[in-house]
């Protein structure tokens, strides 16, 4: 089932390099922590560079966006069996 | 002279093959790209597990629902894909200078000048090192070796298959990549062409469709063997010289069509965006407002690449699918949203409308011209128009294409539905609310 969330949320992430990994973010007031990045893209609003990320937690897959200009993080989609 | 080497790459099931790689739950599942359920669009693509049921790119999605049930739809999402084909691009542009862009998943690389070895020995792991050439002056790179590397590093990198026909032109390149899917390698060498073609279905040629595949059946012919044995003067008498010469050349695998790389690529002949419904439209507001973000669309691409267009064009498809096709040429060429609009709309109100139910509709500007220098526009209220639509694209630039519209689209279903399915403006909308007068903002003095 794919629900979209469109969310501000808090995410720790490790920035090494150009690289940008996220490991854990806070939604619904859980921590959750991303086993894996499963696939990454980017796009652009105006000026603003968006860099997504498709993560598992094992459980479900999320799409998180982080805004490079502003340095926000959004939980855009959850897919979860059932 | 050397043999030349063509090589196209087709990427398998591109949309579907990326939400897989994206989410490893879809893999191995029947999967539809296309829009929303509730949207009436089309399937985009769909994975091989769903093909396997007879789903079909370009079918309606409901049809595409009905022979799969079982399939997880996920909603387009043209970032992921375009970005993706962007750095595979990039990605093959390493292998050869000379990488045309068929489309968003297929493309044309000229591996004739490429020497080889194509890369070192392959490093720890089994992982392929990106390929240089020129390394081994003299030896002209491996083909083969060539579309193994590429199909390796895409898997790498992208977690996605491709499949590569090999052949001496782009013709028999195209054709030799869809004789294996998914993930296939096929090399026609010219010796093998003829051989390949003789008992090839005509409509199995890239430029060859229905219409032309009608009209050789009613000569008899339906291979390529058998197009070769037309003669030449009863194949100009019926296509005419130029489509008749072609289709001589095409049925001896002959083409002379460079690969031309995106960057030398010629300027558009026009610009054009559409969009169909959410539910067929019977209400003249819903209609203009549809036209209305279209237009202002191909408005803001006409401006980004300092072009103008002197034709507009208007498609109107009903909810039977019959399709009416319009255009105009302008007294001078435009370029703002309101002009096209206007335009469009004046099109619209000549074609009979009669309230029919309205399915899908397509606007564009053909005659293109460049815009060069700063036109100087004579009345005072076209120099305001300007200064306007000037500060309104130095905000889309700033904020994205979705930060501002027109009143009328702004809170409008069918900008909601365009959008939401484009994958924009899917962060927090920016708004300011201004207490400052206009010349004191910056971006409308000019400043970004």
Same mark, same amino acid.
């Given at each position: 089932m794919l629900e979209r969330i469109h969310q501000e949320i808090e995410v720790g992430?490790?920035?090494?390099?150009?690289? $940008?990994?996220?490991v854990w973010f806070i939604w619904n007031k859980r921590k959750v922590p991303i086993q894996e990045v499963t696939y990454t893209w980017s796009d652009r609003e105006g000026k603003a560079r968006i860099q997504y990320f498709a993560v598992s937690d094992g459980a479900n897959?999320? @799409?998180?966006?982080?805004?490079?200009?502003?340095?926000?993080?959004? &939980?855009?989609? %959850?897919?979860s069996d059932g | 002279m050397p043999e030349r080497h063509i090589l196209h790459i087709d990427m398998d099931a591109f949309f579907a093959s990326v939400e897989q790689a994206a989410n490893p739950r879809l893999r191995g599942k029947p999967v539809i790209v296309g829009g929303n359920r509730s949207y009436r669009s089309v399937v985009a693509t769909a994975s091989y597990e769903a093909r396997a049921f007879g789903v079909k790119t370009g079918m309606p999605l409901g049809e595409g629902l009905r022979l799969c049930p079982q399939a997880i739809l996920?909603?387009?999402?043209?970032?992921?894909?375009?970005?993706?084909?962007?750095?595979?691009?990039?990605?093959? /542009?390493?292998?050869?200078?000379?990488?045309?862009?068929?489309?968003?998943?297929?493309?044309?690389?000229?591996?004739?000048?490429?020497?080889?070895?194509?890369?070192?020995?392959?490093?720890?792991?089994?992982?392929?090192?990106?390929? +240089?050439?020129?390394?081994?002056?003299?030896? %002209?790179?491996?083909? %083969?070796?060539?579309?193994?590397?590429? =199909?390796?590093?895409?898997?790498?990198?992208?977690?996605?298959?491709?499949?590569?026909?090999?052949?001496? /032109? =782009?013709?028999?390149?195209?054709?030799?990549?869809?004789?294996? =899917?998914?993930?296939? &390698?096929?090399?026609?060498?010219?010796?093998? *062409?003829?051989?390949?073609?003789?008992?090839?279905? *005509?409509?199995?040629?890239?430029?060859?469709?229905?219409? $032309?595949?009608?009209? &050789?059946?009613?000569?008899?012919?339906?291979?390529?063997g058998g197009l070769a044995q037309i003669p030449i003067r009863l194949l100009h008498q019926k296509f005419g010289i130029i489509w008749g010469d072609l289709l001589h050349k095409m049925s001896q695998g002959v083409s002379e069509s460079p690969v031309v790389p995106y960057t030398q690529a010629?300027?558009?002949?026009?610009?054009?965006?559409?969009? +169909?419904?959410?539910?067929?439209?019977?209400?003249?507001e819903d209609i203009e407002t549809t036209i209305q973000m279209l237009a202002e669309k191909v408005g803001r691409r006409l401006r980004r690449d300092k072009m103008q267009g002197k034709v507009v064009t208007l498609v109107v498809r009903l909810a039977g699918f019959e399709t009416f096709v319009r255009q105009e040429v302008q007294p001078?060429?435009?370029?703002?949203?309101?002009?096209?609009?206007?335009?469009?709309?004046?099109?619209?109100?000549?074609?009979?409308?009669r309230g029919r139910p309205v399915r899908m509709l397509g606007?564009?500007?053909?005659?293109?011209?460049? #815009?060069?220098?700063?036109?100087?526009?004579?009345? @005072?209220? @076209? #120099?305001?128009?300007?200064?306007?639509?000037?500060?309104?694209?130095?905000?889309?630039?700033k904020y994205g294409e979705r930060a501002i519209a027109p009143a009328t689209l702004a809170y409008s279903q069918v900008w909601?539905?365009?959008?939401?399915?484009?994958?924009?403006?899917?962060?927090?909308?920016?708004?300011?609310?201004?207490?400052?007068?206009?010349?004191?903002?910056?971006?409308?003095?000019?400043?970004s």
């Amino acid at each position: 089932m794919l629900e979209r969330i469109h969310q501000e949320i808090e995410v720790g992430a490790i920035f090494k390099g150009h690289q $940008t990994r996220p490991v854990w973010f806070i939604w619904n007031k859980r921590k959750v922590p991303i086993q894996e990045v499963t696939y990454t893209w980017s796009d652009r609003e105006g000026k603003a560079r968006i860099q997504y990320f498709a993560v598992s937690d094992g459980a479900n897959i999320y @799409e998180l966006a982080l805004d490079c200009h502003e340095l926000t993080w959004h &939980l855009l989609r %959850v897919y979860s069996d059932g | 002279m050397p043999e030349r080497h063509i090589l196209h790459i087709d990427m398998d099931a591109f949309f579907a093959s990326v939400e897989q790689a994206a989410n490893p739950r879809l893999r191995g599942k029947p999967v539809i790209v296309g829009g929303n359920r509730s949207y009436r669009s089309v399937v985009a693509t769909a994975s091989y597990e769903a093909r396997a049921f007879g789903v079909k790119t370009g079918m309606p999605l409901g049809e595409g629902l009905r022979l799969c049930p079982q399939a997880i739809l996920i909603p387009g999402d043209t970032a992921k894909y375009a970005d993706t084909a962007r750095r595979i691009f990039t990605l093959l /542009n390493d292998l050869s200078p000379a990488v045309e862009v068929f489309s968003i998943d297929e493309a044309f690389i000229d591996l004739t000048h490429v020497h080889g070895p194509l890369s070192p020995p392959a490093p720890p792991m089994g992982l392929p090192r990106r390929p +240089t050439f020129g390394g081994c002056p003299g030896s %002209v790179a491996d083909p %083969v070796e060539a579309a193994y590397l590429m =199909k390796a590093m895409i898997r790498h990198h992208f977690k996605l298959t491709a499949s590569v026909g090999i052949g001496p /032109n =782009k013709l028999i390149a195209k054709l030799a990549s869809g004789l294996k =899917k998914p993930d296939g &390698l096929v090399w026609i060498p010219q010796a093998q *062409v003829q051989a390949a073609l003789e008992n090839l279905p *005509v409509d199995e040629l890239c430029g060859i469709g229905p219409r $032309t595949k009608g009209h &050789l059946l009613n000569l008899g012919v339906t291979t390529c063997g058998g197009l070769a044995q037309i003669p030449i003067r009863l194949l100009h008498q019926k296509f005419g010289i130029i489509w008749g010469d072609l289709l001589h050349k095409m049925s001896q695998g002959v083409s002379e069509s460079p690969v031309v790389p995106y960057t030398q690529a010629p300027e558009a002949k026009s610009m054009g965006h559409s969009h +169909t419904l959410n539910h067929d439209a019977r209400d003249r507001e819903d209609i203009e407002t549809t036209i209305q973000m279209l237009a202002e669309k191909v408005g803001r691409r006409l401006r980004r690449d300092k072009m103008q267009g002197k034709v507009v064009t208007l498609v109107v498809r009903l909810a039977g699918f019959e399709t009416f096709v319009r255009q105009e040429v302008q007294p001078a060429p435009i370029d703002s949203g309101a002009a096209i609009t206007q335009a469009a709309m004046a099109i619209f109100d000549d074609m009979g409308w009669r309230g029919r139910p309205v399915r899908m509709l397509g606007v564009s500007a053909g005659a293109l011209t460049a #815009r060069g220098v700063r036109q100087l526009e004579l009345f @005072e209220e @076209e #120099r305001g128009e300007r200064r306007l639509i000037e500060a309104l694209d130095r905000i889309r630039d700033k904020y994205g294409e979705r930060a501002i519209a027109p009143a009328t689209l702004a809170y409008s279903q069918v900008w909601d539905d365009h959008y939401a399915l484009k994958g924009h403006g899917r962060l927090t909308p920016r708004a300011v609310i201004r207490e400052s007068p206009p010349e004191a903002d910056p971006l409308l003095r000019g400043e970004s």
